[in-house]
Nanobody
């Protein structure tokens, strides 16, 4: 059974940094493209970043480009999201997921979602 467990969220001030982790089990991981999404209260879950299996190709949402970095450690089966220069609008619950097929920016193209970790950025 696939399990994705996010951690590292918390409360941070505007301009601060956090590093999220996603520990994977039950999937090969090293052959899986992985992604991060986020969902703010009352809003749709939105794409944040994606990284291919070997880490060579990364995609970012325009809203986080230049501030967030997605990375992975295949030996540890762990996905990361380094978030810097955080803004109040980054406040959301962050989820990791394994890419399945289709539009790389679409929620429906991903499967095996974790439970998420809450990030709150105070102004």
């Amino acid at each position: 059974q696939v399990q994705l467990v996010e951690s590292g969220g918390g409360l941070v001030q505007t301009g601060g940094s956090l590093r999220l982790s996603c520990a994977a089990s039950g999937l090969s991981f090293s052959s899986d493209t992985m992604g991060w999404f986020r969902q703010a209260p009352g809003k749709e879950r939105e794409f944040v970043a994606r990284i291919t299996s070997g880490g060579g190709i990364r995609h970012y949402a325009d809203s986080v480009k230049g501030r967030f970095i997605i990375s992975r450690d295949n030996a540890k089966k762990t996905l990361y999201l380094q978030m810097s220069r955080l803004k109040p609008e980054d406040t959301a619950r962050y989820y990791c997921a394994a890419y399945y097929s289709g539009d790389i920016y679409a929620r429906g193209s991903y499967k095996d979602w974790g439970q998420g970790t809450q990030v709150t950025v105070s102004s």
